[in-house]
């Protein structure tokens, strides 16, 4: 199902917003990068991405609160998987366009090169 943007209210407009929001800080995208693979715990996470558990836990929150993120209880630990796929697409999506774009520059800044060399 497709959605017209036009046709949203402005509190759904504010739920994308959010959403958005949720993904502007790296440490966030770092989070969901280690959960594509696989869920983990916090104390995994602190190792793998060589943060504090303090700063993962606000992090993770953040996460869980735009829908993101999922935690599920086992014992006493907490496991955090990725709970919309979606945002894994858009992260993509948004990461190919950078990589074209970036492609596009330095392609450019390669001709710029050899012309100046060439004018020497």
Do not use: Y
Not at 6 to 27: K, Q
Not at 65 to 77: D, L
Request: with cysteine; hydrophobic share 45%; glycine share 4%.
């Amino acid at each position: 199902m497709v959605i017209d943007p036009s046709m949203l209210t402005d509190e759904a407009l504010e739920m994308v917003a959010a959403r958005f929001r949720c993904l502007a800080e790296p440490m966030r995208l770092k989070i969901l990068r280690a959960l594509q693979e696989r869920e983990l715990t916090v104390g995994q996470l602190v190792r793998q991405l060589e943060a504090n558990q303090a700063n993962i836990s606000k992090h993770l929150k953040v996460l869980m609160e735009a829908g993101v993120v999922a935690r599920r209880s086992q014992g006493t630990s907490a496991h955090f998987s990725i709970s919309d796929p979606m945002i894994l697409t858009l992260c993509h999506t948004i990461c190919n366009g950078l990589a074209e774009k970036l492609k596009t520059q330095a392609k450019g800044f390669g001709l710029t090169l050899a012309k100046r060399r060439a004018a020497r």
